[in-house]
């Protein structure tokens, strides 16, 4: 852990300093021009605050991954504005994490040289690059697998090591893309646990998509709920339950009820999507 | 000769795939090292022995058809038998110009295959990365790529100062055409998630070349650098033609116009075991950068 404090990439301070504010301004994006043009995400107005924990939530194909891809700098918003702490975003970079969906790891480096190669891309020495490896290996619980290469890894290992990677950067967002959704419900339920904690530690914003109601209820601060394409945000719903949250949560009845609004809210916009397709 | 060229380097054929499935049979580790372990694993040496039975009743068919001068619409008459050309083979074998000829082939090979894979990565990279590139060199290699590596003699002689140049220039771009399209393949098969995984942890155009592109297109690459080591060999041959002296090529021409149909088989042979020899080196060279995917389940 000391060896983490001693290490400062220059332009990205911790965020007990207070960065990783997001602001979307009425941005749009569209894919492909003419007939053909189709509205991934509409006109959609959005600030995040400094450390907070938001889920995107929403059917498949709504536009979540274009809105998150919009904020790590890979898709430019066709109009409007995507901003992280006052800056503009133009292109990806290491002050915003991103853990994908998919597994991401290279292939051909090792767990070890995963981790380390965004410390090591931002002119980080060996031995420094490779001590913070080994802090966020252990605190993903996989310091003893940092010789393995990922295909020799189960799927929530993987999923681990890439969440390691992402913060060995210490970036003031972390972009998370459903990330456990390849994941069975056990190992998933301990991921969302794990992530929790480390999020408690850094206290990083942290923008979550996902398409799980109760994934999104047991982490988020904040869910915002998408309706189908084209993608805008209908609710903006703050979720109140005492942290730590652990598994017995679920059982509060303010879980319930959320989970409920949730469900009632994403329901009576499938109805609509579906009776608009039918007129 | 130019269907055997056309078909060789027409698909890139992705060398890691078998290479993989042959590895994963490997029992779990155990206190056995792992080469011994490998080379005494049942699997492997019921394959070889497979192959040794193989090529024993080929030859066994062989000797068999030229001994009873079979003719049934493959006329074996005049093909002299394995013992025949086995003798000539050791005649051979005790004269100082055959080990010549060979050496003479194997430096215009290495020369050759030299430039030819390190000008076909190189072009492979860029051109996959780059649309422009791309669009501006497809059609040379659309164009060149099917012409056989005889026809190109005449040229060759006109524009190259030296027979040895023109040797090799033949050589060079036999190899080529395989190396280019497989790295152009391999560059192109990147995951574009790993490409963002690496831009989001601030690795720069250069480093995401090096990190994630080459290594991506590394298993496509040693496969087009063991295709482009095959397809030399076969380019040489034509090659040597123009020569006038040396070379296993121009050894098997020789023994052509001198109707000496045993040194054909020979030449024919030696080439053969010689274009194995060293593309099974080629792979054991590439192995290593290929590790990681040894492990792959
Ligand atoms: N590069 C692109 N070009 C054209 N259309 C695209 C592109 N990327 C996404 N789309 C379209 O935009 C829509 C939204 O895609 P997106 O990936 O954001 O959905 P999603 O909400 O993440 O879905 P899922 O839950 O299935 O991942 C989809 O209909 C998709 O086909
Ligand atoms: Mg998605």
Redesign the pocket.
Known sequence: MLDVLKYQRPGAPRNSSGKGAIQISEASIT??RGVSA?H?VQSTSLRILPGEFVCIL??????????LNAIAGYVKPTTGAVSVDGVAVEKPGPDRGMVF?QYSLLPWKTVYENVSFGPRMAGASRTEAGSIANTFLGMVGLKKFGSRYPAELSGGMQQRVGIARALANYPSVLLM??PFGALDAQTRLMMQESLLEIWAKFGTTVVF?T?DVDEAVFLADRVLI?SA?P?RIIEDLRIDLPRPRTTDSAALSEYIAARQHCLATIRSESRKAFEEQNK | MTQAVQTLSEEPIPLGQTEQSALSKDPAPTVTPGLLRRALHPDLLRSLGLGLLSLAAGVLFWHWASATNLNVFVNFENVPGPGKVFASFLGHLETEIFYTHIRVSMQRILISYSIAAALGIGLGLIMGRSRIVRAFVMPYIEVIRPIPAVAWIPLAILMWPTEEASIIYITFLGALFPIVLNTLHGVEQTPEVLVRAAQSLGASRLAIFAHVVLPAAMPSISAGLAIGMGVSWFSLLAGEIISGQYGIGYFTWNAYSLINYQDIVVGMLVIGFLGTASTAAIKLLTKPLLKWQKRTR
Do not use: I, R
């Open positions: 894919f492909g189709y991934a929403g059917p498949s194909g709504c536009g979540k991954s274009t809105l969906q893309d459903e998509v398409h998408m394409a993608g």
